[in-house]
């Protein structure tokens, strides 16, 4: 269960980070994504980065 909530997090940590970048325009991959240079898209990464924080706090412990 805790190796679950680990990987779990780390996934959803590295897709949150991802998130924000295309959509602060900082990672432009790939070329035709819908995402990139719009806000919107950085608060969801931020968000599913605190909930990635957060399962990987779990798993921990």
Do not use: D, H
């Not at 959509?23 to 035709?32: D, E, H, K, L, V």
Request: net charge positive.
């Amino acid at each position: 269960m805790m190796r679950g909530l680990m990987i779990c997090g780390i996934l959803a940590l590295l897709v949150g980070l991802l998130w924000i970048g295309q959509g602060t325009g900082t990672i432009n991959w790939p070329q035709s994504s819908f995402m990139i240079s719009r806000i919107q898209w950085a608060w969801y990464g931020a968000a599913l980065a605190v909930v990635g924080v957060v399962l990987i706090w779990r798993g921990r412990s």
